[in-house]
């Protein structure tokens, strides 16, 4: 008699079918939320945010396969087969399979799919993209330095998304109560946030320096990075990972500035001097007092 399969490799198998086909990768990844045992269709809501994120890297080409013409990125096919593979392992074990779970992200995971709630597919979402970080940072500096600063720029992006709704104070002061609205994942604002698609390069791989995109970064886009994000940087990073149990997503931040990878070229786009009036002002409109008093 065979040997019953394991979750972890049901979904193995079923990221490895889809690897060098892109548009497989997207449908993979609505299926995820498709699950026949949630009647309810609560799960299914959660799919506008997840599903515009994957558009955007097929868009981009990142997921091309590597044979490819124009070949995809070995660290954005790896970071998202990460997330492919958890969310399937998911399903999987809803479906019945077992096993001993791949990692600790695939217990957020479970969490989300037994409650379904914003701060729930954050938690699970997110910490899987966080230990795809941290896995794969040797195929990131691989990257060239403008794709290695967009990779700081998506994961602070991420993280503020997830914070807004987790962390209201933390993320916009003293305006609370726009935060889980604008960061609910169930609805346009947060796959706006998510896509990416007006912040970073439309294609890749990424040919110019980085002045050259920043310069051209539009002004909604500026604002919120220079006068919201990375004023709260340090304390951002901190909080999501005691909330993520990742810490050390901690030490991806220096002295208020993104390090993953994070080229020296890159250091003076971070915190331009002198800022300008309207993200200062900005800046002390959303500015909270410590992380504490942030959730």
Do not use: K
Request: a positive charge; proline letters at 6%; glycine letters at 4%.
């Amino acid at each position: 008699m065979a040997a019953a399969v394991s979750a972890v490799d049901h979904a193995a198998a079923r990221v490895a079918r889809v690897q060098d086909d892109p548009r497989a990768r997207f449908a993979l990844c609505a299926r995820i939320y498709e699950d026949p045992a949630d009647r309810s269709g609560r799960h299914l809501r959660y799919r506008r945010a997840a599903l515009s994120f994957m558009r955007w890297q097929v868009h981009r080409g990142v997921l091309a396969p590597l044979e490819a013409e124009v070949p995809g990125s070995r660290w954005w096919r790896a970071v998202n087969a990460r997330l492919l593979h958890d969310g399937c392992e998911m399903v999987a074990r809803c479906d019945g399979l077992d096993g001993t779970p791949s990692s600790q992200t695939i217990a957020l995971w479970m969490e989300f799919l037994s409650m379904p709630s914003a701060r729930r597919w954050y938690r699970a979402h997110n910490a899987s993209i966080v230990a795809a970080y941290l896995e794969h940072h040797a195929l990131a500096a691989r990257e060239s330095a403008a794709e290695r600063f967009f990779l700081n720029v998506v994961l602070l992006r991420v993280l503020y998304a997830q914070a807004l709704v987790a962390a209201p104070r933390l993320s916009l002061g003293r305006f609370v109560p726009l935060g889980r609205l604008l960061g609910d994942p169930r609805v346009g604002m947060a796959g706006a946030f998510l896509s990416l698609r007006r912040i970073l390069p439309e294609r890749y791989p990424v040919l110019d320096d980085v002045r050259s995109y920043v310069d051209v970064e539009n002004n909604l886009g500026r604002l919120l990075d220079y006068g919201v994000i990375l004023p709260r940087l340090q304390e951002l990073y901190a909080w999501s990972a005691q909330e993520l149990d990742q810490p050390a997503l901690a030490e991806l931040v220096r002295e208020g500035r993104p390090s993953y990878v994070a080229p020296v070229e890159a250091e003076p786009f971070w915190h331009p001097d002198p800022a300008p009036a309207l993200v200062r002002l900005l800046e002390r409109a959303t500015t909270t007092r410590s992380i504490s008093n942030a959730r």
